[in-house]
Structures are given as structure tokens and as C-alpha cells.
């Protein structure tokens, strides 16, 4: 998939699924000599929010989960039923960028970021600060990445459904990056009609949209236009 002229590969990680930097957790070495890898696959960072977020996971100073088995993640596969009440928990946008981590990435890849401001005036303060904070940084990347405009997460009270009117105003504060810009949708939850309008707007490069399939996410991402 090329945005803006830059192959961002085949297959986007959900948000998360390898952690804020790509370093995964602590199951995948396990089970790497079962065939399980991240090859071919483009990462995008676990969200991150303007503030700092404890949410339901405790993490470590390097921002990996603290527990191996975290009791706000539940999975029956016998009953095909899986719980993620993570709550969104990371150290904040500027904690992650001080790690330089991001920075010093070499493939290109994507950054998550959400806003769960009360109001629809505050998000939108909230996004026009990560802009400006990620802008701030934008020189000092190694590879060129998109930011993912989290929308979806179903760990927030908010209604999906207005969250999906604002997203205009979000690629706006996010544009002054001037990198591709991906809004991100539930399938269960976003008015389809409403996510295709977006092929309208010039600064939507492209849309992820994702849902649970028994004990597993499928994601799915359309350029747009």
C-alpha cells in the first residue's frame, strides 16, 4: 500500500499488537519457533493520548505491560469471547517521543494516537497539540510514518457516532504534519455512509476499519480516493 508515494507494505499491525515501538511482549518468542513472526508486516504503535493514561494496565518505566497476564485482558476460546479493557493506558505522547524510539525507527510505520477529551472542542485541542508536538519532532525520524487517528477504541464512553462527525476537523489539525493521515473506524459501531464520505476529503489518505471475528480482530484498510 503506497500513501503519498511511500510503501507502508501489505499487512498494518493493529494498534498495539507489537507494542508502542515494536518490541512485542512476552509470548511471541515463545511461540516464534511455531511459525509465529511479524515479517512482512508494518507496525503501528500501540495509541497514545496527549496526557499520560494509567487506564487498567500497569506498565513498566519502559512502557511494556508489567504483568504477563494481565487481569484487564480476558480470552475464552472455548467460548469464542474475548474482553480488552486496557483502558488505553500509555505515558503520554511526549514521554513516548523522549524515548527517541520512534525516531530511530528504519522502516516505515505508523504512530496511533487518540483523543478522550470530554467534549468535542476539547479532542479537538487535544489533537491540534499532538500535531504540534509530533511536528516539533517530524525532522528528527529516520523513516517516514502516517498517524493513525484512533476513533474506534471501545474503551471510552463516548459515541462512536459523533466521534465520526469530528473526524474532519481531526485530518485538519492533523494536516500541518504533512504526512499521510489514516483514520480509524469500528465496523460494528461507525455509519458506513458516513466513513465513505471521507474519500472526499483531500487530507484522508486512507481508512482503517476493524472488527471481532470470534477470538480474533480482522482489520482492513482502503485508500482513499
Not at 125 to 144: G, S, V, W
Request: proline letters at 6%.
Amino acid at each position: 500500500m503506497k500513501l503519498r508515494g511511500i510503501d507502508f507494505g501489505n499487512v498494518l499491525g493493529g494498534s498495539g499488537v507489537q507494542g508502542f515501538f515494536g518490541e512485542g511482549y512476552w509470548f511471541h518468542p515463545v511461540l516464534a519457533p511455531f511459525g509465529y513472526s511479524f515479517d512482512g508486516m508494518t507496525l503501528v504503535s500501540k495509541t497514545a493520548t496527549l496526557l499520560p493514561r494509567k487506564g487498567n494496565m500497569s506498565l513498566t518505566r519502559r512502557f511494556t505491560p508489567r504483568w504477563p497476564l494481565a487481569r484487564c485482558i480476558k480470552v475464552k476460546r472455548n467460548a469464542d469471547a474475548i474482553l480488552n479493557a486496557v483502558g488505553l493506558s500509555n505515558p503520554g505522547l511526549a514521554a513516548l517521543l523522549a524515548t527517541r524510539k520512534w525516531q530511530k525507527l528504519e522502516k516505515p510505520f505508523g504512530i496511533s494516537v487518540m483523543s478522550v477529551a470530554e467534549t468535542p472542542e476539547q479532542r479537538l485541542d487535544e489533537e491540534c497539540a499532538m500535531a504540534y508536538i509530533l511536528r516539533a519532532h517530524k525532522d528528527e525520524f529516520t523513516a517516514p510514518f502516517f498517524v493513525q487517528i484512533n476513533k474506534s477504541c471501545p474503551n471510552t464512553d463516548e459515541d462512536p457516532h459523533v466521534l465520526m462527525g469530528e473526524t474532519n476537523s481531526s485530518l485538519e489539525a492533523f494536516s500541518i504534519l504533512d504526512v499521510p493521515l489514516m483514520p480509524k473506524f469500528s465496523v460494528a459501531s461507525a455509519p458506513i455512509a458516513a466513513v465513505m464520505e471521507l474519500n472526499d476529503n483531500e487530507l484522508c489518505d486512507s481508512i482503517q476499519l476493524h472488527e471481532l471475528r470470534g477470538v480474533y480482530l480482522e482489520t482492513r484498510t482502503l485508500t482513499a480516493r
